[in-house]
């Protein structure tokens, strides 16, 4: 799939379901494999890559190539009648490059979309489950946070917590992987493969600009990022609902086609 085209103009839109459609194959497979691996395999991760699937949300000026939010929604639903994992990964990744694309500060986000180097892929979860104690430039940040799909193929990662002495205030952090644990927990019924385990941080200084606000609004990246966060991210998890329903109505309709009902009837 090229990155050419323009959010809207339903080029990107087309090429990535073109894409998905030919890959259905390869998707399906690498959920099996993920469900044994607890993660993405790796080269799943890679074809995610160069099909660009992580940065639909990321701001144009730092390399994304946005959707717009019903389209973002059709990719995703698409990627999850192929297989679940596949599709909870690329919107997990989505999301997080796009938050800390479009609401970091510009020295922050520079940093972590930076020029010389591939499109970063970010992990985590902006809740605040720690707490930041600030210091000259900056906040000194402890704290665990859960389910941090697609962790283990990640660079930066993503959480929030809330300042010492203003508790009702929340502000998420961006670091790159190597400044956190990541724990190994995620042995679970369900979504094994989509690679979801905690990481934590001890007393990591974080610079003031790989901090923000997303309370304050996001600061680049156009019209599409012109929404409170919480509407930013709602097109995420009802698309891949609405693909894994999709896929398991076909799947009950095949079997039914070649089950039959009675003792040795006909199939219907």
């Known amino acids: 799939m090229s990155g050419a085209g323009q959010p809207g103009d339903g080029g990107v839109r087309a090429g990535l379901l073109s894409d ?4 259905r194959r390869e998707f399906e497979a690498a959920g099996e494999r993920a469900e044994e691996l607890r993660t993405l395999p790796p080269d799943t991760v890679e074809t995610l890559r160069r099909m660009r699937v992580f940065w639909l949300k990321t701001p144009r000026e730092l390399g994304g190539t946005p959707l717009e939010p019903l389209e973002f929604c059709d ?30 500060p510009d020295t922050g986000a520079r940093r972590v979309f930076a020029a010389d180097r ?14 930041g104690r600030p210091v000259m430039g900056g906040y000194v940040v402890s704290g665990r946070w859960g389910f941090a799909s697609g962790i283990v193929h990640a660079s930066w990662l993503i959480g929030a917590f809330r300042p010492e002495g203003d508790e009702g205030r929340m502000l998420v952090f961006v670091v790159p992987k190597d400044e956190a644990e990541v724990i190994d927990n995620w042995r679970v019924a369900g979504l094994q493969g989509t690679g979801s385990p905690d990481f934590s941080v001890d007393r990591v200084f974080v610079p003031e600009e790989m901090t923000c606000d997303l309370a304050a609004g996001a600061v680049r990246g156009g019209d599409l990022f012109r929404q409170e966060v919480h509407l930013f991210v709602s097109n995420e998890v009802p698309p891949l ?3 894994m329903a999709c ?22």
Do not use: K
């Open 20 to 23: 998905i459609r030919d890959r």
């Open 75 to 104: 990719v995703i639903e698409e990627l999850a009648y192929a297989d679940v994992s596949v599709a909870w990964a690329a919107m997990i990744g989505a999301g997080c490059a796009g938050i800390a694309g479009g609401w970091l």
């Open 118 to 131: 591939p499109l970063p892929l970010v992990a985590g979860q902006p809740q605040p489950r720690g707490t």
């Open 241 to 243: 609902c609405v693909g």
């Open 247 to 268: 896929r398991a109505l076909d799947d009950m309709t095949e079997l039914a086609s070649h089950t039959a009902r009675f003792p040795n009837g006909e199939p219907n």
